[in-house]
């Protein structure tokens, strides 16, 4: 067996050892359930862990995550997560978290066939040409990259906003706030796009549903 695969199994004995050490009742209580505030969309990338990025412990975010951290309207793994967040575990924040040199980002921006997933990238290639005009404008590259995960990010905010799951826990007053931030990975910090919302009034109203006490999706 490779040694690498091992050493997973050797790293969870050790840490079960040490969070037992500090706190003896901690899977007791972890078995007990959970009850997160935070929903985190973030990217697949393994250098973007949420929970050690928000200093939080398991149990304290509920956590999606896809290449570029994309919210599509089609995808029943992302809208399970996002109606079972929202309408049995009540959480209160919903987070799309992107992070500066994307992969994902980097190869919408350019023309070379990666794949399956280039299917998956052609949605960031949509915002690229709601925003083509700002980003051709940025001759640096990594710049018009960056600008394009900060453009990304918001533009699923956006399509967050329009899903009838966040729609009717808006009409039903639940506190529901959705939230865009970009964490650069040179730097450990995370960035704040103030795109915050916690209603349907930044919406177009072509988007704006009739209220329903109904969870569709």
């Known amino acids: 067996m490779d040694r690498s695969y091992n050493k997973l199994f050797e790293n969870n004995v050790k840490w079960v050892a040490e969070t037992t050490a500090a706190n003896k009742d ?15 969309i973030g990217c697949s990338d393994s250098r973007v862990p949420a929970n050690q990025i928000t200093g939080t412990n398991p149990g304290e975010i509920f956590v999606h995550r896809n290449i570029a951290n994309m919210v599509v309207h089609t995808d029943m793994n992302l809208l399970s997560v996002i109606d079972y967040s929202v309408n049995v575990l009540g959480v209160k924040h919903i987070m799309v978290v992107g992070h500066y040199g994307c992969g994902g980002v980097k190869a919408a921006m350019g023309n070379a066939q990666v794949g399956l997933i280039d299917n998956w990238l052609r949605h960031i290639k949509d915002v690229y040409r709601l925003h083509e005009k700002e980003l051709d404008s940025i001759i640096d590259e990594d710049l018009r990259a960056d600008r394009l995960v900060e453009l990304n990010v918001i533009e699923q905010v956006y399509n967050l906003g329009k899903t009838s799951i966040v729609q009717n826990a808006w009409s039903n007053n639940k506190p529901l706030q959705l939230h865009g931030i970009v964490y650069d990975i040179k730097n450990g910090l995370m960035k704040d796009l103030k795109v915050s919302a916690d209603d349907n009034s930044h919406i177009r109203s072509v988007y704006r549903l009739n209220p329903t006490s109904r969870n569709a999706s």
């Open 26 to 40: 901690f899977f007791t209580d972890l078995a007990n359930g959970q009850k997160p505030e935070f929903l985190w």
